[in-house]
């Protein structure tokens, strides 16, 4: 089932275009093995989460040798100092039990308080000491991204950041493709909210397919895009994966995009989050 997943290309990273999120998963060891046993081989997991140690735990049990997982976490916005930068990395390492993992996010901006200098140096240090092999950053707008790619000795391969049809990212979609970087879609089914979309529904009815399937094919029909949904449900963990037999139109496409509105945006903590785009 793997080999049906496409791969996306940015500075010699080669990511799975479906991840199994696991934010708000906590012990997700269990539900880990689950999604890797269905076909997964992205898994994104965060220090912030709670659930690295679980899905270390679900990497052990489902006998998917790691070098066959693409794995993904985070350094929270406590800990952008060099010094307590390093120690967080080190921690999650330790929480995976893993060597290295292939991609780590700064997980949200905080340069009012720590230089972004400082902290980009400390992210590239952690991938050229072996500990990533890739590295990205997470929650930044467009003017942040710039500034991260100038401190960053390093190359960024992806933003991690919300997209679902609720929500317009057009603006930074177009900033990564002109800079040659894979956006990184979380809440790709809005957390739920959109499953009673009348919209979305028509077309899954259409289509004899799930709300949740529609979303993810508009979502990875656009190009550059890897959505990382998550799910509790065993069924929807796999259904979530078959979303590459089949392609919506383009009056199908143009649908999904004209749900965008203006509250769409669920992830926005106060005291945290960017000047949107």
């Known amino acids: 089932m793997t080999h049906a997943i496409p791969l996306l290309s940015s500075h010699g ?3 799975p275009q479906i991840g199994f999120g696991t934010s708000q998963l906590g012990d997700c060891g269990d ?3 689950t999604a890797l046993k269905a076909g997964y081989r992205h898994i994104d997991t965060a220090w912030k ?9 679900g990497i052990r049990v489902s006998g998917v040798p790691r070098g066959e997982i693409f794995l993904v976490t985070k350094v929270s916005h406590e800990y952008l100092r060099a010094d307590a930068f390093a120690k967080s990395v080190d921690e999650s ?7 290295y993992v292939d991609l780590l996010h700064v997980h949200w901006p905080s340069p009012e308080k720590v230089p972004l200098a400082e902290t980009m ?10 500990l990533a092999r890739h590295i990205g950053v997470a929650n930044f707008n467009i003017a942040l991204l710039e500034e991260a790619q100038h401190h960053c000795p390093e190359p960024l391969v992806t933003l991690q950041g919300e997209y679902h049809p609720y929500l317009d990212q057009r603006k930074v979609l177009d900033y990564c493709q002109r800079k040659g970087l894979i956006f990184t879609a979380y809440c790709p089914l809005a957390r739920g909210r959109l499953f009673n979309d009348p919209v979305l529904n028509d077309i899954a009815k259409t289509r004899g397919k ?3 399937q529609i979303v993810l094919r508009w979502l990875v029909q656009q190009g550059g895009i890897a959505p990382i949904p998550r799910s509790s449900n065993p069924a929807r963990i796999a259904e979530n994966l078959q979303v590459f037999d089949f392609e919506l139109s383009a009056a199908e496409m143009q649908r999904i995009h004209a749900l965008a509105r203006p509250d769409g945006r669920i992830a926005n903590p106060e005291g945290r989050a960017p000047a949107w785009d």
């Open 93 to 99: 390492l330790s929480n995976l039990q893993v060597d």
């Open 13 to 15: 990273c080669a990511m």
């Open 121 to 130: 140096t400390a992210l590239a240090r952690a991938k050229r000491d072996g």
């Open 210 to 212: 799930t709300v949740a």
């Open 49 to 57: 989460y709670g659930s690295e140690k679980g899905v270390g735990t």
């Open 31 to 33: 539900l880990v093995a």
